[in-house]
Each structure stands twice: as structure tokens, then as C-alpha cells.
């Protein structure tokens, strides 16, 4: 594969072109592509629009650039998660019906949380997840039961790193994070009030295959307040649900 002069492989300057992209900003002028990229926007022009050729990218009218519909296509045909989503999907609808705010699915992803499906409604409480978002493991009720459930090199790793704080009920100090993950374990489930935004409670429970093991997280996210446990009980049986739909799924 060709290279550059700094070494780096066309491939790797495409996915970091790729990547310039977020849920924050969909849609860039190429010249923003660059800076981002890391590129000289010659090169990346040249880039971008190879890749708006092949479907890869698309532009708008004011020649802005986002991601195009053939990558979706491309990257949703080969998905790990597309099973697990349609498998979760019908418990979720009728999750998110009940509690009348935000129902999520996530999977570990790294040192991260990947959320692979929301679904919400009107006057939901605020809510910073989308679908294809990420978030770090110790901050959201997902994160901290797939960090719970998960190795003990990866634990060790995220309590080791630098975390964010986003309110003050965020559990950043690495004794009270090991102290959180073994209540996890012990409950079954992660109960994290004002933990990314004081207005709001995540809750996550863990999904379990048929070896159980723990291969994602399902969550809600409701208002602060006094009832936000009252929806554990519904939670915990929708992760049930959708353990068992990946049990019954025909092999093959």
C-alpha cells in the first residue's frame, strides 16, 4: 500500500479523515477535514474527494462534507452488533415504553462504551447519548457494568488513566471506582444518579449470553429523582428478556 514521506499509509490518512467526523460535528468544510486529519488540505481535498467518489463521503449543497450513506451501508452488512441489536430490540421498545424516557443497549468498545441503540421520547430528561457515541467506562451506568463484568487488565488499565469528571457525582478517585465496580458485581447492576449531568439517573443492567457471559449493557436513563429506582425491577427483567432472545437465536 503506498505510503507518504512521513511513512504513513493512504489507508491510515483515509480512516483519520474518517474520523474528523462526530456526532458534534456531522458535517465539516474540507478545510476543517484537514486540520483535524492532520493533512495538508491539498492532500486531503485530493482524499475527500476520492472518497466522496466512492460513496464514502457526501457533499451538501454548500459543499460541506459528512459521512456518506455506502459507509453505513458497508459498515451495518458486517456488523458484530447487528444481531444483538435486532435480537434486543422488540425488549427495548417495550422498556422504553414503560419507563416514557431513554432506553439504551451498549457494548465494551476498547476503554470505552460504543452505544449501538437509543431509543427515546418526547420530554425525555437530557440525555448526551446518541447512537454510535461512545463514553468512558467509569462515568456512565453502562460503562461501569461493562467494566465490572470485565478483565482484570482492563479494570486495572482504566483505573490507572486520567478520568473525566462531569458532575460532582461522577466517581473519578480510583479507590471509590474499585469500590463502585465490586458493588456492581455484588448488585447486578449499576445505579448512577447525577453522574453525567445532575438532572439525570442512569441505571444499566448486564446483558448475558447463553455461556454467560456479560456481552453488553442495557440502560436507562431517567429523571433525578426519588422514583428513578422504582425502575430497576423493569430493567432487570428486560435484560433477562433479551439474554434468553440470544439463547433461542437459531446457529448458522
Not at 514521506?5 to 483519520?16: D, F, K, N, P, T
Request: charge should be positive.
Amino acid at each position: 500500500m503506498a505510503r507518504s514521506s512521513s511513512g504513513e499509509s493512504v489507508l491510515e490518512r483515509a480512516v483519520r479523515i474518517l474520523e474528523a467526523f462526530t456526532p458534534e460535528a456531522p458535517a465539516l468544510q474540507v478545510s476543517e477535514v484537514a486540520r483535524r486529519a492532520g493533512l495538508p488540505l491539498a492532500t486531503a481535498s485530493r482524499m475527500v474527494a476520492e472518497l466522496v467518489e466512492h460513496g464514502l463521503l457526501a457533499r451538501d449543497a454548500d459543499r460541506r462534507v459528512r459521512v456518506g450513506t455506502r459507509l453505513w451501508e458497508l459498515g451495518s452488512r458486517a456488523s458484530p452488533t447487528l444481531s444483538l441489536r435486532e435480537t434486543a430490540m422488540p425488549v427495548m421498545e417495550q422498556l422504553q415504553h414503560a419507563i416514557g424516557h431513554h432506553t439504551q443497549l451498549g457494548v465494551l468498545d476498547g476503554d470505552e462504551v460504543l452505544f449501538v441503540e437509543r431509543l427515546s421520547a418526547e420530554q425525555a430528561v437530557i440525555n448526551y447519548t446518541r447512537i454510535a457515541a461512545r463514553l468512558p467506562l467509569h462515568a456512565s451506568s453502562s460503562g461501569l457494568v461493562l467494566l465490572a463484568y470485565g478483565s482484570a487488565v482492563l479494570q486495572e488499565r482504566v483505573l490507572a488513566a486520567p478520568r473525566h469528571r462531569y458532575t460532582s457525582a461522577t466517581v473519578v478517585e480510583a479507590g471509590a471506582l474499585r469500590a463502585l465496580l465490586a458493588d456492581v458485581r455484588k448488585q447486578g447492576f449499576a445505579f448512577c444518579p447525577g453522574h453525567i449531568h445532575p438532572d439525570a439517573t442512569g441505571m444499566a443492567v448486564p446483558v448475558r449470553d447463553a455461556a454467560r457471559q456479560v456481552v453488553a449493557a442495557v440502560s436507562v436513563i431517567v429523571p433525578n429523582d426519588e422514583r428513578a429506582r422504582g425502575h430497576l425491577p423493569s430493567l432487570t427483567a428486560a435484560a433477562r428478556r433479551i439474554g434468553r432472545r440470544l439463547d433461542d437465536r437459531p446457529i448458522g
